[in-house]
């Protein structure tokens, strides 16, 4: 189907995004009755009113959530009942494609086609994945002596927090709960203040899937009112988070002033990307390097400091500007549009001080200027500094915007040094036809996830997450179902 921008339109005319929460099956208004407003980063335009639920609401999500896993209405189905239930979920997903897509473009500025063609298709299969992992997961018995018999066991943990952040709002809430929920936890989820819409609209869908009223909630507002409450409350026995490095601190502090929780971290990035000469496809190794502004360089992975080697430097910087111009900021709803709107006003003044920071440290390659479509300002030209150091503020510091800073090596030892002298460790890429250096680099480089002649590789089948200050635990991979149990040892003598 050609779903032209009068056809988007024509869906955002009909649509009425719900905006209460989601607590025992039900859709709820916060117990204060108190709102805010969703607005469309790429109009200025309100799209919804918000509950904005206290610590009172989230008291009552997750007394309503431990209930639930007490009474093993969820918990103590079997593997084989929840991958049922979970299988019906992705079909939902796949059926409701157009409406989240939308939602999610009008709720964080970013291309609706983007949305629709590749990440909700994706999203369907990581839970219909998901669902097919869980009745797939052997216990173990230990190769103790005989009279002994040592069994291993995977637990549900009880009521399991996820707090999501705005740059994917679906897709790190699916990454999270579904795991969850396919171990027998019950859920709360809060999802970032400023794109509640996809959670609000993936309860509609969990409950519809048949997954029992008050296991999966949504309790939506403010990290001060509602994130941190979570993080404090003592029924609370796992916290998996995905933001900044800043607020992930917060959350391991609040397990230490409750009832120590288990706490999960995914957190900010600032990703290398290594470009060696003897590369066989430059070309190639330019327009994935541009690929730093996919999602308005609104990615925690993305590889923002792209290490070129002196002598193909000012070449393939060239190309790079290239394949940067075909991320010119346009309408979100314009099916072609590879980039849209950052996700509000004050992130975009955030990005663009580093963008005039960036000036004073470095040379201004390409782009740098806000641009006014819709009436709305809060669109960003892809920018790209070159003559960058490791010491600059736009080269240490994660900026969350299509802002690339480029630096200079000469040697593979200077190119490690460069990409690990960073507080975070979240991804890296190396791009070369040598295939001992590929394996000396990545097994060099500090980071989760290590992609040759490739950036940004994400998949339901690999683990990701990152080491340092880029958090703990993995999400993905059989690994996740790690993060939501925990093993019971029974040890009988017969």
Known sequence: MNRSIEFWQTKVAGLKPEGRAFIDGKYVDSISGKTFPCINPATGKEIAQIAECERADVDLAVSVAKRRFDSGVWAKRSPTERKTVLLKLAALIQDNMEELSLLESLDMGKPVEVSYAYEMPELGGYVQWVAEAVDKLYDEVAPTALGDLALIRREALGVVACVVPWNFPLDMAIWKCVPALAMGNSVVLKP?????????????????AGVPDGVFNVVTGFGETVGAPLGLHMDVACLAFTGSTEVGKH????????????????????SPNIVFADTENL????????RVFYNQGEVCSSPTRLLVEEGIHDDFVAQVIKYAKDYEPTDPLDPNALMGAMVEDIHTQRVMRYVETGKTEATLAYGGEQVVINGSSNFIRPTIFTGVNNEMRIAKEEI????????????????????NDSIYGLMASVFTSNLSRAHRVSEALKAGTVTVNTVDMVSPLVPFGGVKQSGNGRDNSLHAFDKYSSLKTTWIKY
């Open 400 to 419: 969350f915007g299509p802002v690339l800073s480029i630096i200079k090596f000469k040697t593979e030892a200077e190119a490690i040094e460069i990409a």
């Open 192 to 208: 970032a203040e400023q794109s509640s819409l996809t959670a609000i609209k993936l309860a509609e869908l969990v409950k519809a």
């Open 251 to 270: 959350f391991l502090r609040y397990s230490a002033e409750s009832n120590m929780k288990l706490v999960w971290l995914e957190c900010g990035g600032k």
């Open 283 to 290: 070309d190639q190794a330019a327009k994935l390097a541009a």
